[in-house]
């Protein structure tokens, strides 16, 4: 008999316990990974904003001199339209440099006049570069600065399409809202990483326990097979005529024999009376008995669909008020009922043994602690399964293994779609794809954003699903990812999808070092 390995139940809730703290560290380091990436996304959008502004101000000095700091009226009038164009809450200093590192321009007019040569960021954006930097109030170069807090500078050329520009307009901008958004998204991504990973080790922990329940059935089947190798064993050694022995082998043999057939058409069997069908009538021959049947138990506690065998030379039986007491105490109890002799028991059904009947045998089919259906045996003989009642309980456990494997299958099946439902409900397009660019698996939303039904991605490229083509994106995050194996983000246009900014995240994921890498690739389409 194949053993069966049995997890203790205090390691068995240890490794429950583990399983949902590492889900939960999980969301945190997921989490944490995407914070450089926010960061260095919202550091661009401002940067952006800061060319803007700065194209305003080198369209209002492209007639101007930046040669001598401004002064009079040409600052008082350049003041104002900075202050026109300023975007309150976002904007915290302007300044305007020229060539020879001095300030000709400043929202703080003490500071007009005076040369920085040692600024690096601003000798970069002489050569032409615009550069960028976050500034903590402990690095600030005066009182006034200090008091604007964090502030991100971006140093862009003047103008910002040539390689010698005539001077430098340097933008400040309040970080704070911009850091209040990294932090709001960051909180969207580990609710989301939490809400999928517990949903995750929620299906994983009921199949374990599913799957420990069906090891348990199993411990009890191999149990009760032990149990009839036992009483086979034991009545070998107590048959002393030679002839009886014989005999009593050739039977336990072929009992043995209908067990392991039962056992192999349990395993494919949809349900206890297709089983029933392939065997109740051989069990009825091994034990002799007169009358046999298998009925279910319906879900109002009565008995349903059922199945019978008659030896041809037993006139039928009125089986039909078994119903009205022993079946009913077997619904009701679960516990076998066996009557050795009709005649002398006073509650036994009158039409019976008017019938002739003597012996009856009446098995529970127990599934999970419920009774689902009555294996029911009848003979006109006294006394005549005393010796059968193992092998017919046996037999009965058996029956009920098709419902227990549908039941199991039932609780894996639902739990599949459970996962799958969480992943089609992200809603941003999610792909997992291996290192050769083939989309093994995705969710609804990346199917609908390249026009395909979900079963038909894949396996598809996912460079010819977004681009129309093979060809590579000039920085494509996935030959970054690959290289580095960290994960990596790129925001782009892509005409073959109907001209839409996408922001693209891959990320790879652990494979053991002997299978290929797969990386999640996650596309949002970036809200005007």
Known sequence: MRKIIRLPANRFLLLSVASLVAAVGAAFLFSYLTALPLRESMLDYATDEARNMALHVSRRLASDN???????????????????????????????????????????????????????????????????????????????????????EVYVPLPADVSRPAGVAEIYLFYAPYGAAIDRQQ??????????????????????????????????????EQEVKSSLELNLKVLSQRDRLAEDTERHRRRLADLSLALTLADGSPGPLELGRELLGVVQQEVEADYASLALVGPDGALGKQLEAFLQRTKSFPTSSLSDGLADAIIRTGRTQYVADASKVAEFDRSLVAAGVRSYLGIAIR???????????????????????????????????????????????????????????????????????RVLRSNQAFARLVGMRVERVAGANVCRLLHGNDSLLHRCPFDKSLASGQPDVVAFREPHLGNISLKVGIYPVSTPPEQRRRFVQIFRVAQN
């Open 187 to 224: 909180r969207i991504i580990f609710g989301a990483s939490l809400t999928g990973l517990l949903a995750l080790y929620a299906a994983a922990l009921g199949i374990a326990i599913h799957r420990r329940q069906l090891q348990q059935q199993r411990l009890a089947v191999a149990q009760k």
């Open 367 to 437: 599934a999970e602690d419920e009774v689902v259906g009555i294996l029911s045996f009848l003979s006109t003989k006294p006394d005549a399964f005393s010796e059968d009642r193992h092998f017919l309980q046996s037999f009965a456990s058996i029956c009920a293994v098709p419902l227990q494997r549908a039941k199991l299958l039932s609780l894996m099946e639902n739990a599949k779609q459970e996962l799958e439902s969480t992943f089609d409900a992200v809603p941003d397009a999610v792909a997992l794809i291996d290192e050769d660019r």
């Open 66 to 152: 930046l040669d001598t700091p401004m002064s009079g009226e040409r600052l008082e009038s350049f003041h104002h339209f900075v202050q026109d164009i300023s975007s309150p809450g976002f904007l915290a200093r302007v300044k305007v440099w020229n060539r020879q590192s001095t300030v000709v321009y400043s929202d703080n007019f003490s500071l007009i006049g005076k040369s920085f040569p040692d600024n690096h960021h601003l000798q970069e954006a002489l050569e032409g570069n615009i550069s960028r930097e976050i500034s903590e109030p402990d690095r600030a170069t005066s009182e006034t600065e200090s008091a604007l807090g964090a502030v991100i």
